[in-house]
């Protein structure tokens, strides 16, 4: 956080950059669906969230700018919707959180306020997701209150943290532990929390997963890691599990209505057919390459979870939807903006370059690269050093309150042509 705050500073010392806060663009689908006397839905970010903001139309700033370019991340939580029980379900139960509002919650976000969880009768956490929005999560639950009292956690978090009786958090993921998401240094951290155990990945899963990264130095220190185990001084402990795919959230027996156990579906690992040859370079980013796949087997089985966190990733959403002469090519099923290559396709003559950053892993957020721009309808593309001018940054926030870990370089500045 600090860091992103020290980058803005430097970029901002630009005599070209201009910054322009409390500023909303666009209409967002999610704005719809809540009012300032009713509270968020926990999968979206409503209108609440900035009451105070100018709200202006998408389609009013595009004849003052050569270039846009859209990086408003993603607001809202991949839904798992035909898992019953979850909170996109039709059926919802208590204690079950997208990690999207459970991560807002603790940073303060004014949206989730009314979200607090009962920590006080949760001993068992399972989080669905192998990324690093999951190992911050179960730092989260699984580290003292009191060693957290020196951080910008709200007051209001913290009182909550210093009730729970959590006692076991496990990262649960449908792949391999050659498949996981997370980076080494977020995993080296958990396993590091003096007061919390790990007893390490089952050998023949780590010795699977050796033969799928051959020449992967990073997922080898990952697996390396993975098969150390830990002693915490506490009674804490944090697990990893594989190959598992939640089919329900079933409720407890105790309290009808929240989450008591979930069903999950055992997967097997389908390994990809030999890569093609190399894409060209200008191809590069465009075509997929060739994953391993969770094929299911049919078998199930059940674990006891008091509470359960969904973090299967983010998606984005449309901007500009019935502005009159605007419309943003979006991908509603897959929740992004329709692009190639980082440039976003052109509709009704009207194209602007995207580096919409939400379907970039998280180990590459400080590499992300906006790989070209495409000029606006009726505007040429100029190309020259001395056309740079300006560029202005418009933000609903204030960058105080961003949460973020990709860094602005000061060799790519943003600029407007």
């Known amino acids: 956080m600090q860091n992103c705050q020290h980058k803005f500073d430097e970029l901002a010392h630009d005599p070209r950059f ?103 009768d949760v001993e068992d956490v399972s989080i669905i997701g192998h990324g690093n929005v999951a190992l911050d999560v179960a730092r989260i639950l699984l580290k003292s209150a009191s060693s ?27 792949r391999g532990p050659g498949q996981v998401a997370f980076t080494p240094k977020e995993f080296r951290e958990m396993i590091n929390l003096p007061d919390v155990s790990f007893s390490g990945v ?6 699977q997963a050796k033969g799928m990264v051959e020449g992967d130095r990073m997922r080898k220190r990952l697996l390396g890691l993975m098969e150390k185990t830990t002693s915490g001084a506490g009674t804490k402990e ?75 990733g983010y998606r984005s959403e449309p901007l500009g939807m019935g502005e009159e002469g605007w419309e943003l090519p979006f991908d509603i099923g897959r929740g992004r903006v329709r692009n190639v290559g980082g440039r976003v396709v052109e509709e009704g003559g009207i194209a602007v370059s995207s580096c919409l950053p939400k379907y970039l892993n998280e180990l590459a957020l400080t590499e992300s690269r906006c790989r070209g721009c495409t000029p606006l309808a009726g505007q040429p593309e100029v190309q020259s050093e001395s056309s740079r001018r300006r560029c202005t940054m418009l933000t609903p926030s204030h960058p105080s309150s961003w949460k973020t870990t990709s860094p602005l370089h000061p060799q790519r500045p943003l600029r407007r042509r």
């Not at 704005?31 to 609440?48: D, E, I, M, V």
């Not at 956690?153 to 496990?170: A, F, N």
């Not at 089952?202 to 010795?207: A, T």
């Open 148 to 174: 957290l009292a020196h951080t910008d956690l709200p007051e209001s978090v913290l009182e909550v943290l210093s009730r729970s009786k959590v006692k076991r958090v496990t990262a649960v993921g449908r």
């Open 202 to 207: 089952d050998p023949g899963l780590v010795e």
């Open 18 to 120: 201009t910054f322009l806060g409390n500023i909303s663009i666009g209409t967002q689908p999610s704005s719809t669906l809540s009012t300032p006397s009713s509270p968020s839905p926990l999968t979206t970010l409503s209108s609440y969230t900035y009451p105070d903001a100018l709200h202006l139309p998408l389609s009013s700033i595009r004849t003052h700018y050569n270039t846009i370019l859209l990086t408003y991340g993603a607001s809202l939580s991949n839904p798992l919707s035909s898992v019953s029980g979850s909170t996109s379900s039709t059926n919802p139960l208590k204690g079950v959180f997208p990690a999207l509002a459970f991560v807002s919650w603790y940073n303060g976000h004014p949206a989730f306020s009314h979200l607090p969880p009962n920590l006080e």
């Open 238 to 312: 944090f697990r990893l599990d594989f190959l598992k795919s939640p089919t329900a959230f079933v409720p407890s027996t105790e309290q009808p209505g929240r989450v008591g156990e979930v069903e999950w579906e055992i997967n097997d690992l389908l390994a990809p057919p030999p890569a093609p040859p190399d894409p060209p370079a200008s191809q590069d980013q465009s075509i997929p390459k060739p994953a391993v796949v969770a094929r299911p087997t049919g078998k199930r089985v059940s674990t006891k979870a008091d509470m359960m966190i969904e973090s299967v």
